[in-house]
């Protein structure tokens, strides 16, 4: 079946340092979505990605979508204690009529202030 | 402009009890999707339902669990002789296209 993997599984960083996390799947995605989870929170949509090499950004988040459509990443640059939080990649899983998203195991962002 | 809604947000339950767990989607969605989240994991999908349907329960365990989204009501998703194993935050998500929308989750404890 369908695989996300992600990686690091968890980052520390010093605040104002960069972050990236990189998610990859073992078959060709229609598209992307990338997920936040405040720790005790619920995951929280970010956005989707569509296009093969699609970019795209909000504030200090930079998001890729690779060109074969099997990998994307999340940057973020300057980070900030309010980015603390497991990020998650998802994939679609289409059949038929059916549609559900397929997880990676998200990476752990911690920021010391 | 409620969200989803989950309840109970905290379930306790004693071995071989029965956990009932709640969720009402976003005003207009009709697609109800269940993920289970074990400690330090990802999401792992196990249910997907519309009204009076399941549509896809390949990720729900054969045994114990089972799901049902009534024409009038929440979903529910019901663990029968919880074991200690089955201790999670449970989350629901509705969507009304590609993104979904997660409600704040249930998490059970199995004592």
């Known amino acids: 079946g369908q695989q996300v993997m992600q990686i690091p599984q968890y980052q520390h960083v010093q605040e104002g340092e960069d972050f990236t996390t990189y998610c990859n799947s073992s078959?060709?995605?229609?598209?992307i979505q990338w997920y936040k989870q405040r720790p005790g929170g619920h995951p929280v949509f970010l956005i989707q990605?569509?296009?093969?090499?699609e970019v795209k950004k909000q504030k200090r988040l930079t998001f890729q979508f690779g060109e074969a459509k099997k990998n994307s990443s999340l940057h973020i640059t300057a980070t900030q204690t309010t980015d603390v939080g497991t990020y998650f990649c998802?994939?679609?899983?289409?059949?038929?009529?059916?549609?559900?998203?397929?997880f990676g195991k998200g990476t752990l962002l911690t920021v010391n202030p | 402009n409620a969200g989803v809604m989950q309840n109970p947000r905290h379930l306790v339950r004693r071995r071989g009890q029965e956990a009932r767990l709640r969720c009402s989607p976003m005003?207009?969605?009709?697609?109800v999707y269940w993920y289970r989240q074990l400690p330090e994991e990802g999401l792992k999908f196990m249910v997907y339902?519309?009204?009076?349907?399941?549509?896809?329960e390949s990720g729900m365990p054969k045994e114990r669990f089972s799901a049902e989204f009534p024409k009038e009501g929440p979903s529910i998703l019901r663990i029968q002789q919880v074991v200690r194993g089955d201790s999670a935050a449970y989350f629901c998500?509705?969507?009304?296209?590609?993104?979904?929308?997660f409600g704040p989750g249930t998490r059970l404890t199995v004592l």
């Open positions: 339902l519309q009204k009076e349907n399941i549509i896809d």
């Open positions: 998500a509705s969507s009304g296209g590609d993104e979904q929308f």
């Open positions: 990605l569509v296009k093969s090499g």
């Open positions: 998802a994939g679609p899983v289409w059949g038929g009529s059916n549609y559900k998203l397929t």
């Open positions: 078959t060709t995605l229609s598209n």
């Open positions: 005003k207009g969605h009709s697609h």
